[in-house]
């Protein structure tokens, strides 16, 4: 079973800000396989991000996501006050969907 | 408009078998591409993959818990049942249910039920 491991586990930022979000996989991940959600208390995880760099219907173009291999990354490139929240990323291969301990973005 | 609702008992008591019930509407499980995934998140904790089953009645099981799941669909009430047995405390989650559209979003989470909440306690 693949395992991803997100960092860094809390990124303390201001609107407005730069954030990347990090996502290692113990081995190799097909892009076509490597999703972002986003996730907001109280509510459940929202698609962001497929096939490791493509958006899902009705996401902002801030959101961005590249990497492949074992490295993926999640770029929101001007923060806003709705995208302080959770950010998992998740997985497919060999019959297996896994997920990432998830990376907290708050507001510094 | 593509939707997805959990249902099933709020609290369980340990050693008891947990039966969870989605049941979704805008799309047909019938449909080549399509499967509804179980997926639970203990509180404060992380996501955590449960079982999987497809248009073509294939199912998967997480590793660590196969032994314990169960997983089924009724096509014609369109609904997809969980069982877990054995039920534990540390199995105090909410439990999501949520599509994967293979041929928009290959193996992607794009519509998620909004969670039931089951604890385990005696």
């Known amino acids: 079973e693949i395992v991803l491991t997100q960092s860094p586990g809390t990124l303390s930022l201001s609107p407005g800000e730069r954030a990347t979000l990090s996502c290692r996989a113990s081995?190799?991940?097909?892009?076509?396989?490597l999703a972002w959600y986003q996730q907001k208390p109280g509510q459940a995880p929202r698609l962001l991000i497929y096939?490791?760099?493509s958006r899902a219907t009705g996401i902002p173009d801030r959101f961005s996501g590249s990497g492949s291999g074992t490295d993926f990354t999640l770029t929101i490139s001007r923060l806003e006050p709705e995208d302080f929240a959770v950010y998992y990323c998740?997985?497919?291969?060999?019959?297996?969907?896994?997920f990432g301990q998830g990376t907290k973005v708050e507001i510094k | 408009q593509v939707t997805l609702r959990e249902s099933g008992p709020a609290l369980v008591k340990p050693t008891q078998t947990l039966t969870l019930t989605c049941t979704f509407s805008?799309?047909?499980?019938?449909?080549?591409?399509?499967?509804v995934s179980w997926i639970r998140q203990p509180p404060g904790k992380a996501l955590e993959w449960l079982a999987l089953?497809?248009?073509?009645?294939?199912?998967y099981y997480s590793t660590s818990l196969k032994t314990r799941l169960t997983i089924s669909k009724d096509t014609s009430k369109n609904q997809v049942v969980l069982t877990m047995t054995n039920m534990d405390p540390v199995d105090t989650a909410t439990y999501y249910c949520?599509?994967?559209?293979?041929?928009?979003?290959?193996?992607?989470?794009?519509?998620w039920g909004q969670g039931t909440m089951v604890t385990v306690s005696s």
């Open positions: 096939g490791a760099s």
């Open positions: 805008g799309f047909s499980l019938s449909t080549s591409g399509m499967c």
């Open positions: 089953i497809d248009w073509d009645d294939d199912k």
């Open positions: 081995q190799s991940v097909s892009s076509s396989y």
């Open positions: 949520a599509r994967i559209h293979n041929n928009r979003f290959p193996d992607a989470f794009d519509i």
């Open positions: 998740q997985q497919y291969g060999s019959s297996s969907w896994t």
